[in-house]
Structure formats: structure tokens, C-alpha cells
């Protein structure tokens, strides 16, 4: 579990994606798997099972002081993320932001679109390790390398417009999909990327699976002028919204993300 933070700071800033093939290796991986199978087959104090279309989901609880400890001493899933590179990491790209304040293991069987080709709503840093050997067959997931810049002063600007971060149009039509790069890699790799790059989880083949354990780290939004603070909520909510105007000329193919909570950078 070695991550040179220099290194991977310095792909994030230029790329918004950093992937580390073996970060995970030998016996850790198959507890991990096991741990991950476990908890997929029942909850227990401080895992909950979570709504997953394209298969099903768990929640290891990390955001509750209590149940962090538990689980903490009990889960090596949870010490695969906690730990102090990827501490050091977070701070350094998002200051401010809350460490690892979720946690989500993902079993994916359905052939069918992971996700759609989007950015999620709320900007986060995130962590995701493929618990299986992943190629595009079995739902890789995909980035377009770089397009967190653009990302990044859409969401600025829509939030100082009076734009609320949770309603900004994220998500592109189908067709986009051919412009990603599908991350075929081995079980055990680390990916480390940034929500703004366009991303999306690729379509799995009948009769394939996919397993992901991934962490966020959700980062703090822009703040509204002061202006557009004042502005009535009806205003705030319909098409007379400066920021939801500003959207349609700036991002005129985003619509808003169906589905998945973690578009919406929630689990
Ligand atoms: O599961 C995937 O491959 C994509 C997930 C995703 O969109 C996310 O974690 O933000
Ligand atoms: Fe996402």
C-alpha cells in the first residue's frame, strides 16, 4: 500500500485521475474479498446495505464518530483507505475537506450502464479500488483525462450565479461515452480521481460482474454572491435563475443525472 502523494497530487492536478496497479496485494486482497462478501450477504453494526441499480451495495459508516472506531478496529476494507498518504493527499487537493466521510462497496451484475458520462454534483476526491480484474467487458470504469478544468469553472460560476450545487446540469448524453478511456486494470489497482473529470461506470456484458470498494472526500462549494443570495426561492428554483441561464450557454448537451446516488457525490 505505497502512494507517493507528490506523484499522485501532481496526475491529479494535471490529469484529475491517478491509478496505481498492485496497490493492494497477495492476502490483504483476498480479505478484503472476503470482507466485501460478507457484508454484500448481511449488514451489521455500522454496515448498512444501500439502493444500487445495477446491483447491489453496501455502506461501511464512517461520518458517526462511534461507528468510525467500530469499524476502524473491525474492517480492513475501512484501513485500506484510512491511513496517512491518502490523509495527506486529501488535505493537499481539497483543504478543508472532511476525510473519508463515506465508504461504499459496489457489486455490480446487471448488463447494463454502470452510470452515464457525468462530473458528480458536489465535487469530491475519491478513492475507488477494483476488488476484481476489470476490462471494458466487465464495466470499467472510464475518465476523460483533463476535463476537471472545465468542470471546475462551470460549477464556480453556476454556483456564484444563485445555482444550487445539488441541481447542477451534470450529466452528458450517450454518445459521449466513446470520448472516455475505459481503466482496464488488474484487481488490487488503486484509482484516485476527481469528481469534476468527466467519468463515467462502463456497460457490463451479460454474465459479467464487477466488485469496487471506493472512499470520498466531499470537497467545501463556492459560496453565492452576495446578490444572488437575496434571490427569491421561486426565482431560485425555475428557469429565471441566472446560474440555470448561464448552464444552458455554457453547457448547452448537460441535462441533469438519473439514477445513481453517487452522481450526486452522496455515498
Ligand atoms: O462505479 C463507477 O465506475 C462510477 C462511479 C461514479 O460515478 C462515482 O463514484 O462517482
Ligand atoms: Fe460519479
Known amino acids: 500500500m505505497d502512494l507517493n502523494t507528490d506523484h499522485v497530487l501532481a496526475d491529479l492536478r494535471r490529469d484529475g485521475i491517478s491509478v496505481h496497479e498492485g496497490y493492494i496485494a497477495g492476502g490483504l486482497l483476498d480479505e478484503l474479498s472476503e470482507e466485501f462478501e460478507r457484508y454484500l450477504a448481511q449488514e451489521e453494526e455500522g454496515v448498512m446495505h444501500v439502493e444500487h441499480t445495477p446491483g447491489k451495495a453496501f455502506r461501511i459508516v464512517l461520518d458517526d464518530p462511534s461507528l468510525r472506531e467500530l469499524n476502524l478496529k473491525k474492517s480492513c476494507i475501512a484501513s485500506a483507505f484510512f491511513n496517512d498518504p491518502m490523509k495527506e493527499l486529501a488535505s493537499a487537493y481539497l483543504p478543508g475537506a472532511p476525510f473519508c466521510n463515506g465508504l461504499l462497496g459496489t457489486n455490480e451484475f446487471r448488463a447494463m ?58 450529466a452528458l448524453p450517450d454518445e459521449h461515452r466513446a470520448r472516455v478511456t475505459s481503466i482496464e486494470a488488474k484487481a488490487g489497482t488503486l484509482i484516485v480521481f476527481d469528481t469534476d473529470g468527466l467519468h463515467a461506470g462502463g456497460v457490463l456484458k451479460p454474465g459479467t460482474t464487477r466488485r469496487v470498494v471506493r472512499a470520498h472526500c466531499m470537497a467545501r462549494s463556492f459560496d453565492p454572491w452576495k446578490l444572488t443570495e437575496l434571490m427569491p426561492y421561486r426565482i431560485k428554483h425555475s428557469g429565471l435563475n441566472p446560474a440555470t441561464i448561464y448552464s444552458k450557454v455554457f453547457a448547452p448537451s448537460y441535462r441533469a443525472t438519473q439514477g445513481t446516488g453517487r452522481a450526486q457525490g452522496t455515498t
Not at 120 to 138: E, G, V, W
Not at 142 to 158: E, L, M, N, V
Request: glycine share 6%; net charge positive; aromatic share 14%.
Open 113 to 170: 450502464p454502470v452510470t452515464e458520462v457525468h462530473f458528480d454534483t458536489l465535487q469530491c476526491l475519491k478513492f475507488m479500488i477494483y476488488l476484481d480484474d476489470t476490462t471494458a467487458a466487465n464495466g470499467a470504469f472510464s475518465f476523460i483525462p483533463g476535463s476537471h478544468r472545465k468542470t471546475h469553472a462551470y460549477r464556480k460560476w453556476f454556483a456564484r450565479l444563485g445555482g444550487v450545487p445539488s441541481l447542477i446540469p451534470n
